[in-house]
């Protein structure tokens, strides 16, 4: 099976190749229909088995196919600013040549101010802490009414951290 079988737009394909990834690994095949088709999804791999590429791949087809917008669509909640920051260049390697998508790591730490004129000027994918998603949340530089998708990563530390009441009021609203 290759990633041209799962019905992946060009441009994803391209920004796919160039990163190396040269046939769908397991969780790959397994949550890219699954997040296409919109369907809730729990997956677990270990280390380097392209989690990340499984669920930004089908997040930006689907920002792809939709009508365009400078609205966020996905919210991809991670329990560290490290790993906001990893995931965002990786969603942005596989954006690369998606015209007007734009991903935003938002995180403490960073000047809010920054994250704020970004959100301004349109972004589609935010990855980010839940405090700092939250503190969007309640400036209402980050609204939620246009979002398709919420991606939990490493949702199994942001818990063992604590941060299961922040997680909570993120996704009901």
């Avoid at 280390?47 to 365009?68: C, Q």
């Amino acid at each position: 099976m290759s990633f041209s079988s799962l019905g992946l737009s060009e441009s994803l394909l391209r920004a796919v190749a160039e990163q190396g990834y040269e046939t769908p690994s397991p969780i790959q095949l397994q949550a890219i229909p699954a997040v296409l088709d919109g369907r809730d999804l729990m997956a677990a791999a270990q280390t380097g088995t392209g989690k990340t590429a499984a669920y930004g791949i089908p997040v930006l087809e689907k920002i792809l196919k939709a009508e365009p917008s400078k609205e966020i669509q996905t919210v991809v909640l991670s329990p560290t600013r490290e790993l906001a920051i990893q995931v965002s260049e990786e969603i942005r390697r596989l954006a690369k040549y998606m015209h007007g998508v734009k991903v935003l790591p938002i995180y403490g730490g960073q000047e809010i101010g920054r994250q704020i004129r970004s959100l301004k000027d349109g972004v589609q994918v935010i990855i980010g802490t839940p405090g700092r998603v939250m503190d969007h949340m309640r400036r209402k530089t980050v609204k939620m009414d246009q979002i398709h998708t919420v991606v939990l990563d490493e949702a199994d530390e942001m818990l063992n951290m604590g941060f299961y009441k922040d997680v909570k009021y993120i996704i009901d609203l």
